[in-house]
């Protein structure tokens, strides 16, 4: 079902991660998960050639309460939020006892190294290589050069985060060169689990105002791209919902 145009998995996400479990049981196919937030979602709304990236990922999650609210307010009761963090340990909890090597791409220089060893913590000893891109627009030797460190260790998860929309670039080209199950963009996932950002509590985000206790903690980062990103996230959603309406009632 689609959220601002974008098709949004809305199976819920236990069931999310037993679909995840039968992808990982197959062949490689370079299948890309992007857990997409309001900003991936507006940011796809006002960019057509991002959109266009955007939607060759094989899935796209409601990583956002108000997604999910839309979600359920279409018809997609099952749908429930699924976000990156969480959608990251589910899955290495998950596959611990399995023969599934995991890559970390991503976070500030040490920081994948230091989710690697959250990843032992939980039992899973599978995490085979970890990168820190440089903060640039690498060339396409560069990202052939890690699809290569990637391929020669055998991996069938790789995990990106560096934050939206860079992510969604970078992992898009990445899947061109390797020979991997998932490529899964999980943005603030590397900071949240090596304790360098702290959660909003269960209370905040069943709220949907993650967002807020975000801004709070980060302001000077976050201040500029949540006034433009939400006013616009629900402007776009009460035209979508006017939009939905119409049709309703026109096929009465």
Not at 46 to 59: P, V
Not at 237 to 244: G, Q, S, T
Request: with cysteine; net charge positive; charged share 25%.
């Amino acid at each position: 079902m689609r959220v601002l145009g974008t098709e949004l998995y809305d199976k819920g996400f236990d069931q999310l991660i037993s679909d995840s479990l039968i992808i990982l049981d197959g062949q490689p196919k370079n299948l890309l998960i992007s857990p997409s937030d309001a900003n991936v979602l507006v940011t796809a709304k006002m960019d057509a050639d991002f959109a266009k990236i955007l939607h060759q990922y094989h899935w796209n999650l409601p990583d956002g309460v108000p997604s999910v609210w839309m979600l359920k307010w279409k018809g997609a009761k099952q749908a429930n939020r699924c976000s990156g963090p969480d959608y990251f340990k589910s899955m290495v909890v998950s596959t611990a006892k399995k023969q599934l090597n995991h890559y970390l791409c991503g976070g500030a220089p040490g920081v994948a190294e230091a989710l690697k060893l959250t990843c032992q913590r939980w039992g899973n000893h599978q995490i085979v290589g970890t990168h820190c891109p440089p903060f640039k627009t690498l060339s396409e030797e560069e990202i052939m050069e890690i699809a290569d460190d990637i391929n020669s260790k055998k991996v069938d998860m790789v995990w990106v985060g560096l934050g939206a929309p860079k992510q969604i670039y970078f992992a898009h080209r990445l899947a061109k060169y390797t020979q991997v199950k998932l490529i899964v963009t999980i943005g603030a996932a590397f900071d949240f689990h090596t304790g360098r950002v702290k959660k909003a509590p269960n209370f905040v985000q069943g709220m949907g105002l993650e967002w807020l206790y975000r801004l709070a903690k980060e302001p000077k980062r976050l201040a500029k791209r949540y006034f433009k990103i939400v006013p616009l996230f629900i402007l776009f959603n009460l035209l979508e919902m006017k939009c939905f309406l119409t049709k309703s009632r026109g096929k009465r």
